[in-house]
T-cell receptor
Framework: AQSVSQHNHHVILSEAASLELGCNYSYGGTVNLFWYVQYPGQHLQLLLK??????LVKGIKGFEAEFIKSKFSFNLRKPSVQWSDTAEYFC?????????????FGQGTELSVKP | NAGVTQTPKFQVLKTGQSMTLQCAQD?????MYWYRQDPGMGLRLIYYSASEGTTDKGEVPNGYNVSRLNKREFSLRLESAAPSQTSVYFC????????????????FGPGTRLTVL
């Protein structure tokens, strides 16, 4: 069965620290990969996505992620975090389920950035 | 352009009560989805509708029913609420004609926080 695993459940950083959140997926077929962010009290917003091509993808707010097919990984990075990056981050893989796209989410990583 | 809207934002039910969660999108998307979010479990797919007039089960459909009323609206019904259905419910939509096809980006609504006592 397809699954997504995020290794860090809660990460605490100081402002200006670098961020890397791990994500591994289990699926042998064609995958599209996403990182979503959920700010406190808000709905999920797309940070970035990988469909094909350059495995290093850049998203909004200075985030980037690298798709490493051999490692089934799609880690999220940001060189210097800000207090406003405090949120929960979800990695997701999408597969085709019958005639729909089925998103499979990781458990989420809560990021707390100290000012 | 409001995107995906959901009503209500909050709801408290007693065990055994029924209710319908409403979702509407104004992006002319064909596909719509219902997810539930529980702590430490990410989001899980309850039901989806690939296109108007079709619905299909996701990972956790038990205890729920859905109706795709028209292209814009997709409702989720709890016939007899149980405490295990306490969760945050998100509706989403996507358009398979966009990049990624059936694996294209899904757009989420603000969520409904449901508590079943």
């Amino acid at each position: 069965a397809q699954s997504v695993s995020q290794h860090n459940h809660h990460v605490i950083l100081s402002e200006a620290a670098s961020l890397e959140l791990g994500c591994n997926y289990s699926y042998g077929g064609t995958v599209n990969l996403f990182w979503y962010v959920q700010y406190p009290g808000q709905h999920l917003q797309l940070l970035l996505k990988y469909f094909s091509g350059d495995p290093l993808v850049k998203g909004i707010k200075g985030f980037e992620a690298e798709f490493i097919k051999s490692k089934f990984s799609f880690n999220l990075r940001k060189p210097s975090v800000q207090w406003s990056d405090t949120a929960e981050y979800f990695c997701a893989v999408i597969t085709v389920h019958n005639q729909g796209g089925k998103l499979i989410f990781g458990q989420g990583t809560e990021l707390s950035v100290k000012p | 352009n409001a995107g995906v809207t959901q009503t209500p934002k909050f709801q408290v039910l007693k065990t055994g009560q029924s209710m319908t969660l409403q979702c509407a999108q104004d992006m002319n998307h064909n596909s719509m989805y219902w997810y539930r979010q529980d702590p430490g479990m990410g989001l899980r797919l309850i039901y989806y509708s690939a296109s108007e007039g079709t619905t299909d089960k996701g990972e956790v459909p038990n205890g729920y029913n859905v109706s795709r009323l028209n292209k814009r609206e997709f409702s989720l019904r709890l016939e007899s609420a149980a405490p295990s259905q306490t969760s945050v419910y998100f509706c989403a939509s996507s358009d398979p004609s966009l990049a990624g096809g059936l694996r294209s980006e899904q757009f989420f609504g603000p969520g409904t926080r449901l508590t079943v006592l």
